[in-house]
């Protein structure tokens, strides 16, 4: 089995009741800064494993 | 300013933004909010600290979940987008239409009266039920002007009990005193603010702008996690450098950038407060570089997606940014004060299932898979030319909805203010939206 990869991550929360907001400050600092903090992001999920799930989702 | 002095306000912030997340934590502690929800192509795992939904493929999520084999995972493993999710990520709940304010574009007419047969503290708390029980994650409030709600802070502390994180938007024009109690309650909350000085009162129709920067004031004396929410209109896209100096100096954790919708009465103020083909092409620069010059967080609403892919950034790191374009009845949901189940704010009523009524929120979970379930909002991939062609459209989604009804008659149209849209129209000589 592989090791997985992250998707996708949405910063942030969104307050507006009116719509999804996205961040995109990371537009300003491209990819490269995106692929550096994606294996960080990473290494936290997998800090805390064994998350529980809902019983509902299981 | 001196070397000292700029030290000294870095270090200020760094202890700030260190007791920041530490009430984070603490918080979380306290109402543990839903940490992971599976999904076919694996599932989305939230993080308090930094604040994130992650979303991850089914090795991944093996990894770190507690799951064997769920039945969700029973076939084969999709694409994040090949269908809807299993439940909204967030909902967004008007839950009155009472406000004092009478802005001219309001998205929803709102009124001192409100809305007849609006829901009360007991209804929105089984709908807060539902929500958790369907997996959403965050949920949105707002109205009209929700802060003259008695009872909001009671709702938000279900929400927390239930593991989901409530955010609120305010005009900040009221009620100031009641918000500041319960701030802690909210994850991020958000004031209205359209324009400085003047320009507040020409976007919104009344002078207002003094007591909405008190309230930030007084909030961000609060909380950190204290921004605004900008519709963005053709008299203060000028000024948008100057409301991001504005964020930078009060301290705001972002800006958030809304597209000016055709919805309430904002339908009748469409043509003249809505931004200029030009004013959309110039977004994206515009937004990045104010940003950038004043260092503060961007977000943009779904609808400002057709205007992001103009540019053509790299389409790989909108996906990773999980940057879509209307997500109306798939990411997000909202409902009406009367429980009026919608898939965005700004769409009518959902469309009643097969032998059906119209549902309400508290239905969600019975409705969510139902055939024709959200209409027009989950037709995206039975697109038309120039969305069918268009690199971007996974991911745009053929832009929003509300504008093409408003604007073309015909929700399930191209939006009719995307400029690639715009560009093709001229080709063939059609009239467009300028």
Same mark, same amino acid.
């Given at each position: 089995m592989g090791r997985g990869k992250i998707l996708a991550i949405k910063w942030g929360m969104n307050p507006n009741s009116s719509s999804l907001g996205v961040d995109v400050t990371f537009l300003l600092v491209g990819a490269t800064v995106l692929a550096a903090v994606t294996p960080v992001i990473g290494a936290l999920l997998r800090w805390r494993r064994a998350i529980p799930v809902d019983q509902a989702d299981r | 300013m001196s070397v000292v002095t700029s030290l000294g306000r870095l270090a200020a912030r760094g202890v700030e933004g260190a007791l920041a997340v530490a009430v984070r934590v603490w918080r979380a502690r306290q109402h543990p909010p839903r940490r992971a929800r599976l999904e076919r192509f694996g599932a989305i795992l939230q993080l308090t600290v930094p604040r994130a939904?992650?979303? *991850?493929?089914?090795? =991944?999520?093996?990894?770190?979940? %507690?799951?064997?084999?769920?039945?969700?995972?029973?076939?084969?493993?999709?694409?994040?987008?090949?269908?809807? @999710?299993?439940?909204?990520?967030?909902?967004?709940?008007? @839950?009155?239409?009472?406000?004092?304010?009478?802005?001219?574009?309001?998205?929803?007419?709102?009124?001192?009266? &409100?809305?007849?047969?609006?829901? &009360?503290?007991?209804?929105?708390?089984?709908?807060?039920?539902?929500?958790?029980?369907?997996? *959403? =994650?965050? *949920?949105?409030?707002?109205?009209?002007?929700?802060? #003259?709600?008695?009872?909001?802070?009671?709702?938000?502390?279900?929400?927390?009990?239930?593991?989901?994180?409530?955010? !609120?938007?305010?005009?900040?024009?009221?009620? !100031?005193?009641?918000?500041?109690?319960?701030?802690?309650?909210?994850?991020?909350?958000? #004031?209205?603010?359209?324009?400085?000085?003047?320009?507040?009162?020409?976007?919104?129709?009344?002078?207002? =702008?003094?007591?909405?920067?008190? %309230?930030?004031?007084? !909030?961000?004396?609060?909380?950190?996690?204290?921004?605004?929410? *900008? #519709?963005?209109?053709?008299?203060?896209?000028?000024? @948008?450098?100057? !409301?991001?100096?504005?964020? %930078?100096?009060?301290?705001?954790?972002? #800006?958030?950038?809304?597209? =000016?919708?055709?919805?309430?009465?904002?339908?009748?103020?469409?043509?003249?407060?809505?931004?200029?083909?030009?004013?959309?092409r110039a977004f994206l620069p515009a937004v990045l570089a104010a940003a950038r010059r004043h260092a503060v967080r961007v977000k943009v609403d779904c609808s400002y997606t057709p205007m992001l892919a103009h540019h053509r950034p790299d389409r790989a790191l909108l996906a990773e940014l999980a940057v879509y374009g209307c997500t109306g009845g798939d990411f997000l949901i909202g409902a009406k004060p009367g429980g009026q189940l919608t898939a965005c704010s700004f769409a009518g009523p959902a469309p009643a299932a097969p032998g059906g009524e119209r549902p309400r929120v508290t239905e969600l979970l019975r409705y969510w898979a139902a055939p024709g379930a959200f209409g027009a909002f989950r037709s995206w991939r039975d697109a038309r030319e120039p969305c069918a062609s268009c690199d971007y459209h996974s991911l745009c989604r053929g832009g929003c909805r509300v504008v093409s009804a408003h604007t073309v008659g015909d929700a399930t149209a191209p939006d009719p203010e995307c400029p690639r849209v715009v560009d093709a129209a001229a080709r063939i000589h059609v009239p467009v939206v300028r």
């Open positions: - | 939904l992650v979303f *991850v493929d089914r090795a =991944f999520a093996r990894r770190v979940l %507690a799951v064997d084999r769920p039945a969700i995972w029973a076939g084969p493993e999709t694409a994040l987008g090949d269908a809807p @999710l299993s439940a909204p990520l967030e909902a967004h709940l008007q @839950l009155t239409n009472r406000c004092d304010a009478g802005c001219q574009g309001c998205y929803t007419g709102a009124s001192p009266e &409100g809305a007849p047969g609006e829901w &009360g503290l007991a209804e929105w708390m089984r709908a807060i039920d539902q929500l958790a029980d369907a997996g *959403v =994650f965050h *949920v949105a409030l707002g109205g009209g002007e929700s802060t #003259v709600l008695p009872w909001l802070g009671e709702l938000a502390e279900h929400a927390r009990r239930r593991g989901i994180v409530p955010n !609120l938007t305010t005009s900040g024009l009221s009620n !100031l005193d009641r918000l500041l109690a319960i701030s802690g309650q909210f994850g991020q909350i958000n #004031v209205s603010l359209d324009g400085l000085g003047a320009t507040y009162a020409r976007v919104r129709g009344f002078d207002g =702008f003094a007591r909405a920067d008190a %309230a930030i004031r007084a !909030l961000r004396r609060a909380k950190r996690e204290i921004g605004i929410n *900008v #519709v963005v209109t053709r008299h203060n896209f000028d000024e @948008l450098d100057r !409301l991001f100096a504005y964020a %930078a100096q009060r301290r705001l954790s972002e #800006v958030e950038l809304l597209r =000016f919708k055709p919805s309430g009465r904002g339908a009748r103020a469409y043509a003249e407060l809505r931004c200029s083909d030009a004013q959309h």
